[in-house]
């Protein structure tokens, strides 16, 4: 079976600027997580959709959003990009509690 | 206060050789405890789930301390491909892990 994935694997954006980044989960999980992680730093919770409902959500500007589709795929948004989003931008998909497997990340530079 | 703390490193050691580092967390209503494995630039994957009693996973040895809200990771005979970062991980309910910052352990010949 295919782990998680996540599309693209790596972007670069200008200030201002508007990003999509696309998870697919595990088949049969239906919970998908959002992280992000800063250069030294563990990652961040921004997100949990589950069942196409957001579940929880993390310290983060209204400038980042996600939703969930039938499918269990998953997109997070961040309008207005500051040159601090730069990071690596983990997906995490679940079916039981505890046990998260996370996508190869999108690595996001803002210039 | 961070939720889940630990020692940065880096821990350089030699092939063969035991090392042992911890984290502590904040919140006292933690559930579950893990250890999480992140090589250079790649995604965090699941080491071993650490319960109160204490667990083994081969050379990998996990003990949580709940009074003390203290988590600790042994690895016996270090191997060169045990160089990675890891990540000691709390989940509180259930949605939402929470992450230390990363312990980096070298593993030298």
């Known amino acids: 079976d295919a782990g998680v994935t996540q599309s693209p694997t790596h972007l670069i954006k200008t200030r201002g600027q508007h990003v999509t980044l696309r998870c697919s989960p595990i088949?049969?999980?239906?919970?998908v997580s959002w992280y992000q992680q800063v250069l030294g730093q563990g990652p961040q919770f921004i997100f949990q959709?589950?069942?196409?409902?957001?579940?929880g959500r993390g310290n983060f500007p209204d400038r980042f959003s996600a939703r969930q589709f039938p499918n269990y795929s998953s997109e997070l948004n961040v309008n207005a990009l500051l040159l601090g989003d730069s990071a690596l931008y983990l997906c995490?998909?679940?079916?039981?509690?505890?046990?998260?497997?996370f996508g190869p990340g999108t690595r996001l530079t803002v210039l | 206060r961070k939720e889940v703390e630990q020692d940065p490193g880096p821990f350089n050691v030699p092939e063969g050789a035991t090392v042992a580092f911890n984290c502590t967390y904040s919140?006292?209503?933690?559930?579950?405890f893990f250890w999480y494995r992140q090589d250079c630039r790649k995604e965090p994957k699941l080491l071993m789930s650490v319960y109160s009693s204490g667990n083994e996973d081969g050379r990998f040895t996990a003990q949580l301390n709940r009074a003390s809200q203290y988590i600790s990771l042994l690895i016996r005979d270090s191997k060169l491909s045990d160089s990675a970062t890891y990540l000691c991980?709390?989940?509180?309910?259930?949605?939402?892990?929470?992450f230390g910052a990363g312990t980096t352990v070298t593993v030298r010949a």
């Open positions: 088949s049969g999980h239906k919970s």
């Open positions: 919140n006292s209503a933690s559930q579950s």
């Open positions: 991980v709390v989940n509180r309910d259930d949605y939402k892990l929470s």
């Open positions: 959709y589950y069942e196409k409902e957001e579940r």
């Open positions: 995490a998909s679940s079916f039981e509690s505890g046990r998260f497997f």
